[in-house]
């Protein structure tokens, strides 16, 4: 069994809800439109929650400033790392460096989506993490794409200009979705949602995000009452036959 990640900053619920892609992978999923984040629903502190699946008053990042955790707990990669296991990550906002520890990813790629745009950038993301993960080296691969908050802190969020965003990344995701076979999870979710031109309150439109699993450990067309972001690092863990670490406080669907 393989996992890859995928996660779409600010991308909301009802954002994705006429998107042929997005329907498609519903159909084929274990799915929770109503997946709870943590406050601040900011993006480095909701990454830090999800890789360390803990709330940030304890890994101690509450902005997009990374902060030495003083009570270091083991972040996802560290843990697969430790029990073996070969992680990658794709990415196009530079802060999120931080979310891993040194010797724990064989393979890491920058593109800083704000010299290029966005659009492009996760566009070059989606096809160097398509031309890695055809050699199969990676047991768990995270790609981020950073688009649509770009648009809603621009635009505005549930505007034209940001559903068009949300629209290309699932162009993208339907692309690594069709190239992988029966031995891969693809999991996709987001880290925060928005309102207005930004993100950050402890209000639904916010707080909430989506995530679809589809694989052969999920059933599929299938919808969960309850989620949250911090679940997702035992679900990982333990999809991938290791056990999650005793630190963290999220709960493993399997």
Known sequence: MKVVLILVD????DAITAIPEAQSMKAASTHCYTTSTVMPSVTLPCHMSLFHSVDPDR?????????????????????????????????????????????SLVKAYFRRGGLVGYAASDAELTQNALDYLATG?????????GEPDAAGHNHGWMGEEYLAAVKRCWGNIDRIRHALGEDYTVIVTADHGGHGRSHGCDIPEDMTIPVLLEGSTFAADTALDSLNIKDLAPTIATLLGVAPDPEWEGHSLL
């Open 10 to 13: 600010g991308m909301r619920p």
């Open 59 to 103: 890994h101690g990042t509450t902005t997009n400033i990374y902060m030495p955790q003083v009570r270091p707990i083991a972040g996802l990669c560290e843990v697969l790392s430790r029990a073996g296991k070969k992680c990658a990550m794709f990415y196009d906002w530079e802060e999120l460096r931080d979310l891993t520890r040194p010797a």
């Open 137 to 145: 080296e990676a047991d768990f691969t995270f790609l981020y794409m």
